[in-house]
């Protein structure tokens, strides 16, 4: 089969390579190169591997093939050579080296990342730092580092390494040094009390912190803050039996003699709170302690402080010790036994109390009557035994919580600071977490580390891409899951979790049952919750609906046991002990219990409880952490460990590939290889080399500067974009440019130069332009000039027209009717008799039209008066002109008859001749009609059919349209049902890891882990409404046919190289082959190396749109089409070549699928495939889905390419 090699998903070493050898419907089966069983995983589980796979690079974005088998390859690779630190674009991968690795810490190691651009050296946790620091100079912003990861993955290590480098950076000025020292030794003394011995960890934090350094104008060190969030109070009465509580208790309890006998303390095997834990010394206990007074000193602590400490936590161990009997003969009372009464005297005289008011406190409860006596009086109520040992523990865990907030205090005390310019905050807080019993504390982190993935999702991909999009560098989309319903689920109010468990405290008679029906209720459909019995793992799957449920979070689903939720919740503590401790005589022990609204005052007539609780605290604590983290710029260490036990050596890589996974690394490779994470302003950029370049180019604008700069340096187009404020470039390719800017003089010189000429260009083409601009501008200016004068002249002309045209048409009327004049006076001139009467007419006529035509001409008339006067006239005119030919008539009466007789003589001829004219133009018309008649039912006919034929057209479009249409609604209607499968089989596959991993832990993987056959029908369930099988339709027209999907491929290619008999399951399998191919193919192009293009067919073919397969081939081998196709081609590597260099595809299409496949170019060697031996390598697409046969002239006859075939060598092919 394919002989590239791929990483296929293995459940111990996270991928391992192998060679696809099947092909199947969903999955491909790999067998490993280590000889092992084959495995068969879905297609987006199969990753092609690198070239070369034991090369190792620094940044993950420089992989060809970007993708989670790699990523993971290359970490191990890394970790084999003693490297730990990687990068995934500006994201550090810091992995724990699980041994003391000093050369990698040291102070050349960190002088030597001193002002180094990220990149130019080594990954490294001093670079991240040393880049946080430039840019809270550069930008004048505060900086935070989130560094995240699984407990025991080095989070809290990272951390100090960071505020180590920052310390010393920042090159201290003389007062600020013993700053510096204190913030570094400030950390024992906080891990002292803060952190304990767990499975996981031996110095395991259990509260998170985020530490800020704060710095002055001038970039020195002037203080720092911690904010400290969720200590864990129930290691402090107990712990399981691998674990142990906090440092401080053995710590104390392993001191020398005289710091003991100051508390009365003895060995850690003598406290009930220290029994049930780990007791070995292999944590040096009593050398820690001397370190920790050292810490303590450093901090700058009194004798008197330390001694107020240390009594308090004797004072816990003591209070532990004490036990309850019950008192003899009263109901329900108790009393301290006689032989822990030493201890209580111990206590009390610690915490300077009256033992008698501690005993009082400890066994009974203070309350306010509702009814019965006087309403609102104090009553104490007896406590059992088993209540006032309750009551105990509450008293010990919130002394030792309330004296941890104290520390806390003193450290920030002791690095005070009066100037701030900014700050670079550390959040080392616990990752992602789950048990196999997981409770309230887990519930809580985890709903922090929900937040915390959403600000990093909204920092790294959201506003990464709202960036490229303001700054115009147009780069595609990521899609990326959003977490805000899971985070809705936790936080929101009334409905969200915490406010039920909140609203469930407060009852009178609360009950956990309860609130966690309410939680199953509220959320009964929500995606991300469900019941404990839907868990994968076995253990779960006793337990009912009351007893708990299942978050599914971002990284996986875990179990919550809500049992001891509404204790834990509960902040607050009896009245009669809280006051008890305000009571105290001793100053430091009252200042732990400020005084406070106690629990039973009450609101509004007293009808609702006062509730302090640890999820609302916390919270609001977390939104606040949330705001000043969006209001810095931020940068994410993602810490790893190699295994769960921190061996050094061991590499587990399915347990490194899920906290990959956890932390989003794999998502954030995707949008990596299209993106430019590295940027910088163009001010910054020109601050940044203005010193290493000689003044003539340092004098410029910042932004020609840098356009300067890469042009004269000639990067590759394609490694930066410039936005509109900024540039950005490419993984990696920044450190190159920094390299190239501050290589040797000699080749700044080279530099130099070509920076100048370039400069030099750009004036010389701007000189040109702007004279070819003023060219251009005066002739623009001579050109408007004319077409101006012709628009004054016709304006004018409009103008005059508008005003005279009535007297010009009135003058030219008048000239008509003095015209007439002419004419009658030729009449008077033939009057003999009357000619002296008329002729005074005459004159009288002439002389009012002479007027008119004066007066028109001296003065402007109107075109009414013109109008009445030439009326007047022209039928004055008229008039004489009726009555002269009156008179002349009169007088040649003779003369005029005879002429009269001639004229209707000729008039009669004239009339002859028309009508003989108008006959044969009558009988021409009848003939011209006729044939336009005749001319009109052809055109009619034609313009018929025309119609026919556009009607018909309109219908077929129609037809098609909706056929789009429907095909479009078909293929949205999939794309969403595949989205929606794509996400549950994500979020299953995450459940699933994470309970594997969590099967891993115990002792029987195999009986933890809950059979998988319900998800994977589920699975492949959604995958058949999705994703048709070729084998279902011929399954539901012959019920008798197999389900194909389950063939192997091997299996399917030999039945029909075979030729069954069996016609229609032979169609059937060449289907399935065929569809199979398809799907192969589409997992080619999805994983295919940075920049090239793996199609095995020449653009002319386009792929088809989804891969529902074509009608099955029923057809017997003799009846099938053979049809032969000719397409040119060029190969993308020719494409830039001049001229390009056009090759021939060739395909033999046996029915309806690929038989042989030829490739000729006049370049290369010819290259032949055939079906049965070369399928992956064919073009898998049916003969209909290539649309060769629309394509004109690619159709060519059997014998040209049998021809070609036989002529280069081609084996024989035989139709089945
Ligand atoms: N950079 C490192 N060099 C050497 N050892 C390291 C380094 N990082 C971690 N370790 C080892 O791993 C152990 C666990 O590391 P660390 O306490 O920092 O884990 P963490 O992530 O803070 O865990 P938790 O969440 O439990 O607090 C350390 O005690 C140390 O032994
Ligand atoms: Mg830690």
Not at 92 to 113: Q, R
């Amino acid at each position: 089969m394919d002989e590239r090699e791929v990483w296929v998903p293995h459940p111990e070493h996270g991928y391992i390579q192998g060679k696809v050898v099947d092909v199947g419907s969903h999955t491909l089966t790999v067998e490993p190169n280590d000889g092992s069983k084959a495995i068969s995983a879905s297609y987006d589980r199969i990753f092609p591997c690198e070239d070369d796979i034991s090369k190792d690079y620094d940044d993950n974005c420089a992989l060809m093939y970007l993708n989670e088998g790699n990523l993971l390859n290359n970490l191990k690779v890394r970790f084999a050579k003693d490297v730990f630190y990687t990068y995934v674009a500006n994201i550090l991968i810091a992995i724990n080296p699980c041994k003391s690795v000093p050369h990698v810490y040291n102070n050349d190691v960190m002088k030597s990342y001193r002002g180094k651009s990220l990149g130019v050296m080594p990954p490294h946790v001093f670079a991240l730092a040393d880049k946080t620091y430039r840019d809270m100079r550069t930008q004048n912003q505060s900086q935070s580092i989130i560094v995240s990861g699984e407990s025991g993955a080095g989070k809290t290590e990272t951390t100090k390494y960071i505020i180590r480098y920052l310390t010393a950076l920042s090159g201290s000025s003389a007062g600020a040094s013993e700053i510096e020292t204190r913030l570094v030794e400030s950390n024992p003394f906080l891990e002292s009390f803060g952190n304990a011995k767990t499975t996981r960890n031996n110095n395991s934090s259990r509260f998170g912190k985020f530490m800020e350094i704060h710095f002055c104008k001038k970039g020195g060190v002037s203080g720092g803050f911690v904010s400290h969030y969720l200590l864990e109070k129930s290691r402090i009465v107990s712990q399981s039996g691998e674990e142990r509580n906090y440092h401080a208790f053995y710590r104390l309890t392993r001191a020398p003699e005289s710091w003991r006998k100051k508390f009365d303390l003895q060995g850690p095997e003598n406290y009930r709170y220290l029994k049930g834990s780990s007791l070995d010394d292999t944590l040096k206990d009593a050398e820690e302690f001397q370190h920790l007074l050292n810490s303590m000193d450093r901090v700058g602590l009194s004798d008197q402080a330390k001694d107020d400490v240390f009594r308090v936590v004797a004072g816990v161990l003591h209070l532990g010790n004490i036990c309850f009997d019950p008192k003899e003969g009263t109901r329900g009372g108790s009393l301290v036994t006689e032989e822990t009464m030493h201890e209580l005297n111990i206590a009390a005289k610690l915490f300077h109390l009256e033992p008698d008011a501690l005993i009082e406190a400890m066994t009974t409860r203070v309350m306010m009557t509702k009814g019965g006596g006087v309403k609102g009086t104090v009553i104490g109520v007896p406590l059992k035994p088993e209540q006032a040992g309750n009551g105990r523990d509450a008293l010990a865990k919130a002394i030792y919580s309330n004296l941890f907030d104290h520390i806390v205090r003193l450290v920030n005390e002791c690095f005070p600071f009066t100037e701030s310019s900014n700050y670079i905050g550390v959040l080392d807080i616990a990752g992602f977490e789950y048990f196999k019993h997981n409770s309230f504390e887990q519930f809580c982190i985890n709903y922090c580390n929900e937040k915390l993935q959403q600000f990093f999702n909204d920092r790294i991909i959201k506003q990464e891409q709202a960036l490229y999009e303001a700054e115009g560098l147009g780069v595609k989309f990521v899609e990326y899951v959003d977490n805000q319903d899971c985070i809705d689920l936790v936080e929101a109010n009334k409905t969200g979790i915490l406010a039920l468990l909140d609203e469930e405290c407060r009852l009178p008679s609360a009950n956990v049952e309860h609130f966690t029906n309410a939680v199953h209720t509220t959320h009964k459909d929500h995606f991300r919750l469900s019941s404990p019995r839907r868990s994968k793992l076995a253990f779960y799957k006793g337990m009912r609906d009351t007893e708990g449920f299942v978050v599914r979070h971002y990284a996986g689903a875990v179990c919550y046991e809500t049992g001891h939720f509404l204790e834990k919740n509960n902040n607050t503590l009896h009245d009669n002990l809280e006051m008890l401790m305000q009571q105290s005589e001793d100053e430091f022990v009252m200042k732990l219990f400020p005084m406070k609204k106690l629990a039973s005052e009450t609101k509004k007539g007293g009808k609702k409880l006062i509730f302090d609780s640890l999820g609302a605290k916390f919270k609001t604590q977390l939104s606040s952490l949330l705001v000043k983290l969006g209001e810095t710029g931020a940068s994410f260490i993602r810490c790893l460990k190699t295994n769960f036990k921190i061996e050094p050596g061991v590499f587990n890589g399915g347990q490194v590939l899920s906290q990959l996974q956890c932390a989003g690394m794999v998502t954030v490779l995707g949008m990596m290889q299209g993106g430019f994470p590295s940027r910088t302003g163009f001010q910054a950029l020109y601050d940044m080399y203005k010193d290493f370049l000689p003044s003539k180019l340092a004098s410029l604008d910042p932004r020609i500067f840098c356009q300067a700069l890469f042009q004269a340096l000639g990067l590759d187009v394609n490694d930066f974009k410039f936005g509109m404020t900024k540039v950005f470039f490419r993984p990696g390719k920044f450190a190159e440019f920094d390299q190239i800017i501050k290589s040797d003089p000699d080749n700044l010189k080279v530099l130099v130069s070509r920076v100048s000429g370039w400069l030099n260009g750009k004036r010389w083409r701007k000189a040109q332009w702007g004279v070819l601009s003023c060219i251009k501008l005066s002739r623009k200016i001579q050109y408007r000039l004319e077409k101006h004068i012709i628009l004054q002249s016709v304006a004018r002309g409009f103008i005059t027209r508008r005003r005279n045209l009535p007297r010009v048409k009135g003058f030219s009327k008048f000239q008509l009717l003095q015209q007439q004049l002419g004419k009658i006076k030729d009449l008077l001139d033939k009057l003999d008799k009357y000619r002296k009467d008329q002729e005074g007419k005459f004159l009288d006529l002439q002389g009012r039209i002479d007027g008119m035509i004066s007066k028109m001409r001296a003065q402007p008339v109107t075109q009414k008066e013109i109008d009445a006067q030439y009326h007047d006239l022209s039928s004055a005119v008229d008039n004489v002109a009726n009555e002269l030919m009156t008179l002349i008539q009169k007088e040649a009466e003779e003369a005029e008859r005879e002429r009269l007789q001639k004229i209707q003589e000729e008039l009669e001829r004239e009339r002859k001749r028309k009508e003989e004219e108008e006959r044969k133009r009558r009988q021409e018309e009848e003939e011209r009609k006729e044939r336009e008649r005749m001319l009109r039912e052809m055109e009619e006919r034609r313009k018929r059919e025309e119609e026919e034929a556009r009607q018909r057209e309109e219908a077929e479009r129609k037809r098609q349209k909706e056929e789009e249409e429907r095909n479009r609604a078909e293929a949205a209607r999939r794309a969403a049902e595949e989205a929606k499968r794509l996400a549950a089989e994500e979020q299953e596959r995450r459940d699933r890891e994470l309970a594997e991993r969590l099967a891993q832990d115990s002792a029987k993987p195999q009986d933890v882990l809950v059979k998988d056959s319900e998800p994977a029908q589920e699975v492949s369930r959604i995958a058949r409404t999705t994703l048709p099988s070729a084998s279902e339709a011929p399954a539901q027209a012959d019920k008798k046919l197999p389900d194909l999907s389950k063939w192997k491929y091997e299996k399917l290619k030999e039945v029909i190289s075979s030729g069954s008999a069996d016609v229609e399951l032979l169609a059937a399998c060449r289907d399935e082959f065929h569809r199979r191919l398809k799907v192969y193919h589409a997992w080619k192009v999805k994983n295919k190396k940075k920049g090239a293009n793996v199609d095995n067919k020449p653009d002319a073919i386009s792929a088809p749109k989804g891969f529902s397969s074509s009608k099955p081939q029923t057809m017997p081998a003799e009846q099938r089409p053979q049809r032969f196709f000719r397409v040119p081609f060029i190969r993308p590597e020719d494409r830039k070549t001049s001229p390009c260099q056009k090759g021939w595809w060739f395909a033999h299409f046996d029915g309806s699928w690929v038989a042989r496949q030829m490739e000729l170019h006049p370049e290369r060697p010819p290259v032949l495939y055939i079906a049965g031996k070369h399928d992956l390598k064919m073009c898998e697409l049916s003969l209909e889905e290539t649309g060769l046969a629309r394509k004109k002239g690619a159709e060519i006859l059997c014998d040209h390419f049998d021809e070609l075939w036989k002529k280069h060598n081609g084996p024989q092919y035989a139709t089945t």
